[in-house]
């Protein structure tokens, strides 16, 4: 029987608004901003900008070319160059299964509070114990993790035309738009020229080795490196395609929307605390509860509000359409699922695994491993542990144990479409001596921090 042929995305920026739909998420939105403020602004700008063009454009072109050059999935491409070395796009698939279902859980937060903005209620969601109180609630949470899970999986079920590029091609203008605006609304409050200054004036005293960590981890995490996506969705990838501009055009695209994140996070969070840096805050606190303190006491607060959340929401959704769709392809290409099949079977499973995460807030939240809560071991343990661990084999392996030139081919296009590659030279230079030594640095950074022996 004749094999069925592999689905591709219909040009370059169909695929392109894919793949900066992945990059571009919480990461971009929250992660960034809240980075920078407390690194030097200015300077971790620098080097995390740096750090995009060199060691994030090796990776990224690096995992697009296996993906291509293999035309599978992340469980089967390295296998297809080298079966010894299949073990590590094994590890990339399990990053993305682990961090699908927690995502999915803050998807449901977003789906919460974009409603509760749209509906005309956000100044209920302004007060100090809104969201701790949302957040332990057992049923709501889990099922608005389940509904974030099955509008991804209905998604990626249409396939990688009808489905991931039609969506990302819907959302993210939309995204681009709504950021521009949100962001020239805040910057035009007054005072808020002292928050865009403290994000982008270099801060020399605020700067350090650890802020350099910071800008690398972050820039793996914001361009969804080593997690099988960039593979899976390589193998989709038109020959005829340049991989250099295409990643080009993705960095472009994932840094403008962190500065653009910047720029409406950071002066608002400015103008409602009288320029307090510490009312950042972290993580989910600033997202979930100081922000919506923030809309309800600017003009059109509710508007934005309602705005900012869905823009959220669509940067979000098509982050978890990228990690399922990387746990999908690999199903169909190692089991030989059909893609429909993988999807429910998939999706049924990450709802499962979501529930303690859904619950870490509330129920479970005394229930821990190496003292952590169920969601924070996920996130430790595929973003700190095994994210760095697969960039690093992906170095050594294309680096010294594969032909580094069957890669720099598939990069150039082969006979066929000639694409001269520009940064040949550094490449190799950066994949087999920089990158690797920086993702040593993370691992065993992260890995003391999450042991709780440094903090940053
Ligand atoms: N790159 C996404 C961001 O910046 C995060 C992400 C992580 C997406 C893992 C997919 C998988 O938020």
């Not at 160059?81 to 995502?103: R, T």
Request: net charge neutral; hydrophobic share 55%.
């Amino acid at each position: 029987m004749e094999e069925q042929k592999r689905s591709q995305f219909s040009g370059k920026i169909g695929f392109v608004l894919a793949a900066a739909g992945s990059a571009v998420g919480l990461g971009n939105i929250w992660r960034f901003p809240y980075l920078a403020a407390k690194y030097g602004g200015g300077s971790f700008l620098l080097v995390y900008i740096i750090f995009v063009l060199t060691i994030g454009f090796t990776i990224m072109i690096t995992e697009l070319a296996i993906g291509r050059k293999s035309r599978l999935g992340p469980t089967k491409a390295y296998g297809a160059l080298d079966s010894k070395w299949n073990f590590v796009g094994i590890i990339g698939a399990i990053v993305a299964f682990i961090i699908f279902p927690y995502y999915c859980v803050i998807g449901g937060w977003i789906i919460k509070y974009a409603w509760v903005f749209i509906s005309g209620a956000g100044a209920a969601a302004a007060t100090d114990t809104y969201f701790t109180e949302f957040a332990a609630q057992p049923v709501e949470t889990v099922v608005l993790q389940m509904i974030f899970v099955i509008a991804t999986g209905i998604i990626v079920a249409f396939g990688v035309q009808k489905g991931i590029e039609k969506v990302s091609k819907i959302m993210m203008p939309i995204l681009i738009v709504l950021s521009i605006i949100i962001a020239i609304f805040v910057c035009m409050q007054p005072g808020a020229m002292d928050g865009v200054k403290y994000f982008l004036l270099p801060s020399l005293q605020n700067f350090s080795f650890q802020g350099c960590l910071g800008a690398l981890g972050q820039m793996f995490y914001s361009l969804s490196l080593a997690m099988g996506i960039m593979i899976a969705y390589g193998s989709y990838l038109p020959q005829q395609e340049s991989l250099e501009s295409s990643v080009a055009q993705i960095e472009i695209f994932d840094t403008v929307i962190a500065l653009l994140a910047g720029f409406m996070i950071i002066p608002a969070v400015f103008v409602y605390s009288g320029g307090d840096p510490a009312a950042l805050g972290k993580g989910v606190g600033l997202m979930f509860i100081n922000l919506p303190k923030v809309f309800n006491t600017m003009q059109f607060g509710s508007i934005i509000g309602a705005l900012f959340f869905v823009m959220v929401l669509f940067a979000a959704l098509t982050s978890t359409i990228s990690l399922l769709e990387a746990t999908v392809s690999s199903a169909c290409d190692s089991f030989k699922w059909s893609r429909k099949k993988a999807v429910i079977i998939l999706c049924v499973v990450s709802i499962i695994i979501g529930i303690p995460s859904a619950l870490s807030f509330g129920v479970l939240a005394d229930f821990q491993i190496f003292g952590m809560d169920f969601f924070s071991f996920c996130d430790f343990i595929s973003n700190s542990v095994l994210m760095p661990i697969g960039a690093l084999l992906t170095c050594v392996f294309v680096g010294y144990i594969l032909d580094t030139q069957i890669i720099i081919d598939e990069i150039e296009g082969g006979e066929l479409h000639n694409h001269p590659f520009k940064r040949k030279k550094i490449y190799v230079v950066l994949l087999k001596y920089i990158a690797p030594i920086a993702i040593l640095a993370i691992l065993v950074s992260s890995i003391l921090e999450g042991m709780g022996v440094i903090a940053f």
